[in-house]
């Protein structure tokens, strides 16, 4: 089938039997108490659509308040082992050390894309020491403020 080789979506969906439904809007009735509005514009009309669903539709799921109050089977999933000890968590919050930090760049994987940074495995692995151990200052104050910037 020629659309396996140049469009794979349609090609999954004709061996799947499905079709693609869409709805067109060409115009949009806000009834605002004070200022109803009819919107024509296709500018003005996708602004309010994407508006609607990202403040007006509600989220259904509620997370469980208390291990408790989940279904049986998550339930005992969760619940903490007899067995181990709580002192395990202890050091989890504890910054990397340098020596984790290097060994930890040191066992990335070479040849994979970098994320939004652009910053490859590579680079970081070619750093020197005294580069190494800043960056290692950084990321450290990062994760103690909780604020990680988005590009990483």
Same mark, same amino acid.
């Given at each position: 089938n020629n659309n396996f080789e140049t469009d794979l979506s349609s090609f999954i969906d004709s061996? *799947? $039997? @499905? !079709? @693609? @439904?869409?709805?067109?809007? %060409? @115009?949009v009735f806000i009834d605002h108490p004070t200022q109803p509005q009819l919107l024509t514009d296709p500018k003005t009309i996708d602004d309010a659509v994407v508006n609607h669903f990202q403040n007006f539709v509600p989220i259904k799921s509620t997370p469980p308040v208390s291990i408790e109050t989940l279904p049986d089977r998550w339930s005992s999933a969760y619940r903490p082992m007899d067995d181990v000890s709580s002192s395990i968590y202890d050091s989890l919050m504890n910054p990397p050390t340098l020596d984790e930090w290097l060994s930890t760049v040191s066992s990335t994987p070479n040849g994979k894309a970098s994320g939004p $940074?652009?910053? !490859?495995y590579e680079m970081l692995k070619h750093l020197g020491t005294r580069t190494s151990a800043l960056l290692l200052i950084l990321i450290q104050a990062c994760l103690s403020k909780a604020d990680i910037? %988005? *590009?990483w």
């Open positions: 061996a *799947l $039997s @499905r !079709t @693609r @439904r869409h709805i067109t809007l %060409d @115009r $940074s652009m910053i !490859t910037p %988005d *590009l």
